[in-house]
């Protein structure tokens, strides 16, 4: 399956090495994985979404403008929103495992807990703000995933004002110190419920004894931060809890080091 998703800048980038950015790329990735579904991961920028991919949305809302992440689908139309993907994926392998209930598969699922895990995934879902633009962990990574992104086409969409609204390069691109340190605050603060919760169940994961959606959507936080500054990502992230950094090795251990750390930048 085809998988459209964000990195700073897709020319002459190899598809294999290119860094995953978006955070709901993130999300539909490792469901993907999740289901066993084989991926082919096709590297896009902000600006394909209004040019090489407009017109292709699939749904109800087709005429709408196309978002990343996206997959496509047997007749060329791209499905997008991350948990809509996620619900199409449940629905499309009902025998593969669950990414909102453990156990062997969808099908397997008792109906209470798929019921109770779609809706603990989008309540986290939805507290995360898919949108991620006026977050403090977005509003954090804004400067220096700017600084990755090289002058051109890519980088003048990535910062207009149709994108950001009117004064958002403004503010995003060039906060004070005091916002500055007013973000790290609330993104540590942002940070440490998940390592609460974390701690309740020693070894296991956010959604339950394996990962799921609500595991991808924090995983897909974390890694956009880490894309953009891996050395603030320990500050607000890894030295918040050491149930961070350990919850972060068996998202990587189960899904493959080799697999997921090429999209990575690597914590010195």
């Excluded at 394909?48 to 060329?76: F, N, S, W, Y």
């Excluded at 099908?107 to 989008?122: D, E, T």
């Excluded at 894309?227 to 809890?241: F, G, I, S």
Aim: charged letters at 25%; aromatic letters at 10%; hydrophobic letters at 45%.
């Amino acid at each position: 399956m085809r998988l459209y998703y964000t990195c700073t800048d897709a020319v002459g980038v190899p598809d294999e090495t290119a860094y995953i950015f978006g955070p709901n790329c993130w999300k539909v990735y490792l469901s993907l994985l999740r289901k066993g579904v084989p991926v082919e991961l096709v590297p896009s920028t902000v600006l394909d979404t209004v040019t090489t991919l407009a017109g292709r949305r699939a749904g109800d809302d087709a005429g709408a403008r196309v978002t990343l992440p996206a997959i496509e689908l047997d007749d060329g139309r791209l499905l997008c929103d991350s948990f809509r993907i996620a619900e199409w994926l449940e629905a499309k392998f009902s025998q593969a495992p669950s990414v909102f209930a453990a156990g062997p598969s969808t099908a397997a699922a008792a109906p209470a807990a798929l019921a109770a895990g779609r809706a603990y995934a989008k309540l986290i879902d939805l507290g995360a703000d898919s949108s991620a633009e006026w977050t403090s962990w977005y509003e954090l990574a804004f400067p220096p995933m700017l600084a990755r992104i090289p002058a051109g086409a890519v980088r003048d969409y990535f910062t207009s004002e149709a994108r950001l609204g009117p004064g958002g390069f403004a503010r995003l691109a060039e906060p004070s110190a005091e916002r500055l340190a007013e973000l790290r605050s609330r993104a540590r603060a942002n940070a440490r419920p998940f390592a609460l919760a974390l701690r309740e169940r020693p070894g296991e994961f956010l959604q339950g004894p394996e990962p799921g959606f609500v595991d991808f959507v924090v995983f897909g936080r974390y890694v956009m931060f880490r894309n953009a500054d891996p050395e603030l990502t320990r500050e607000v992230w890894e030295d918040v809890d050491p149930e961070i950094g350990l919850w972060v090795g068996r998202m990587l251990d189960f899904f493959g080091r080799d697999r997921l750390e090429k999209h990575l930048r690597p914590i010195v």
